[in-house]
Nanobody, 124 residues
Framework: VQLQASGGGLVQAGGSLRLSCATS????????VAWFRQSPGRERELVAG????????FYTDQLKGRFTISVDNAKNTVYLQMDNLKPEDTAVYFC??????????????????WGQGTLVTVSA
């Protein structure tokens, strides 16, 4: 499984960005896909994901409402729409694919395949 994240950049607080993660063909039929992020000095944390089916989305509670994950099966791409960005959203964002069970879908260790990450910087 190959994953290629893109779309990061510099944005002012309150702005929006859409990240893209291009995947190998048929990824969504076999894997769950999620977005994680990591800022300096902090552990990699879950942002959002789709579990086994593009309609089964899940989010970290504090980001739900500002971030939206979606899947385009035809383009083999998963998106992360990020709105009302805050300086604390600054991080490297990674997409990942794996086969977690329901109880482990939020656990980064459940994802075997990772993209290279894309940097998001939010200025105050």
């Amino acid at each position: 499984v190959q994953l290629q994240a893109s779309g990061g950049g510099l944005v002012q607080a309150g702005g929006s960005l859409r990240l893209s993660c291009a995947t190998s063909e048929h990824t969504f039929s076999s894997y769950s896909v999620a977005w994680f992020r990591q800022s300096p000095g902090r552990e990699r944390e879950l942002v959002a994901g789709v579990w086994r089916n593009p309609s089964n989305t899940f989010y970290t509670d504090q980001l739900k409402g500002r971030f939206t994950i979606s899947v385009d099966n035809a383009k083999n791409t998963v998106y992360l729409q990020m709105d009302n960005l805050k300086p604390e959203d600054t991080a490297v964002y990674f997409c990942a694919a794996g086969t977690p069970v329901l109880s482990s879908r939020r656990n980064r260790d459940a994802y075997k395949y990772w993209g290279q990450g894309t940097l998001v910087t939010v200025s105050a």
